[in-house]
């Protein structure tokens, strides 16, 4: 479902999905401070209350650690969000005349590729 790091592709290349839907926006940046980066930084303030290293350890040692992680989870989130939104048809409350008005608008411009 991605073309590169965290990009979606347009169309699924196994089963011909289009991904329009798709628009986790920073949902994956989100969760990926709240289940990833939060946790961690517990780590590394017990780190420095506990043992007082000097400022580059934290660079060689914290900084890794905080973001290596969230950068991994990204993508598997970013695939979670996608496939959420599939799966529960989501769309923003309210706007449903909205998108499906965008939606007719956008599949008039291009040839019909389902
Ligand atoms: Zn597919």
């Known amino acids: ?36 980066a939060f946790p961690l930084l517990f780590l590394v303030v017990g780190f420095e209350v506990m043992l007082r290293p000097p400022w580059w350890i934290h660079l060689l040692v914290s900084l890794p650690l905080m973001t290596l992680p969230c950068l991994l989870a990204l993508r598997p989130i970013k695939g ?27 599949r008039s411009g291009r040839p019909d590729q389902r």
């Open 1 to 36: 479902m991605f073309q590169g790091w965290l990009k979606i592709e347009h169309i699924c290349p196994s089963c011909g999905l289009d991904y329009d839907f798709a628009a986790p926006d920073d949902g994956p940046a989100f969760f990926a401070l709240c289940f990833v």
């Open 80 to 106: 979670w969000l996608v496939a959420s939104q599939y799966v529960n048809r989501a769309q923003e409350a309210g706007t449903e005349a909205s998108w499906a008005e965008l939606n007719a608008r956008v």
